[in-house]
């Protein structure tokens, strides 16, 4: 698997599951009908912020990631991040190898620490892989999100020093 810079010319692979996933409602707090235009601008980020893909030796789109200051002026060093795995691929590393790689690009562009502000607590396989790798929950907005199966559950906010 290769993570590299994502390009305008990934969004046509990029949009299907990214819609799948949005459109679900289960792990974004994006407008289930998102549109495609302003979707790609929400996603796709100008430098300094980065959105990457992971590709097989195929070239086949497995995932993404977008990575950015949390905050700006006097909070700007704190640094997040989002995935998505078009769910085909899922299960085979491609959101583990996507977050090793947004840790370690806050890293080396100077962050003190990464902050993600709304996991939702029913996404388990999020929450597992993120306290895998070092992130701790510091508190949970109760019936913060309005799961579609589940009704309304916790927002975490999650964080790990750099």
């Known amino acids: 698997m290769l993570i590299r810079e994502a390009t305008s010319g990934d969004w046509a692979a990029i949009w299907?599951?990214?819609?799948?996933?949005?459109?679900?409602?289960?792990?974004?707090?994006y407008p289930l009908d998102l549109a495609e235009k302003e979707a790609s601008s929400w996603w796709l980020l100008e430098s300094p912020s980065r959105t990457v893909v992971a590709v097989d030796d195929d070239g086949t789109v497995l995932g993404t990631a977008k990575m950015n200051n949390?905050?700006?002026?006097?909070?700007?060093?704190?640094?997040?991040?989002?995935?998505?795995?078009?769910?085909?691929?899922?299960g085979?590393?491609?959101?583990?190898?996507?977050?090793?790689?947004?840790?370690?690009?806050?890293?080396?562009?100077?962050?003190?620490?990464?902050?993600?502000?709304?996991?939702?607590?029913?996404?388990?396989?999020?929450?597992?892989?993120?306290?895998?790798?070092?992130?701790?929950?510091l508190g949970t907005l109760p019936e913060g999100f309005d799961h579609p199966k589940r009704g309304f559950v916790g927002l975490h906010i999650m964080y790990r020093r750099l």
Do not use: K
């Open 16 to 29: 299907p599951f990214f819609h799948e996933i949005v459109a679900a409602g289960e792990t974004f707090t």
């Open 70 to 90: 949390n905050h700006m002026g006097n909070g700007a060093h704190i640094a997040s991040a989002s995935y998505m795995v078009d769910p085909g691929h899922s």
């Open 92 to 137: 085979q590393g491609v959101g583990r190898a996507l977050c090793a790689y947004t840790l370690d690009w806050a890293r080396s562009a100077g962050f003190r620490a990464m902050q993600f502000n709304a996991v939702v607590e029913t996404n388990t396989h999020a929450v597992r892989l993120y306290h895998s790798l070092g992130f701790e929950i």
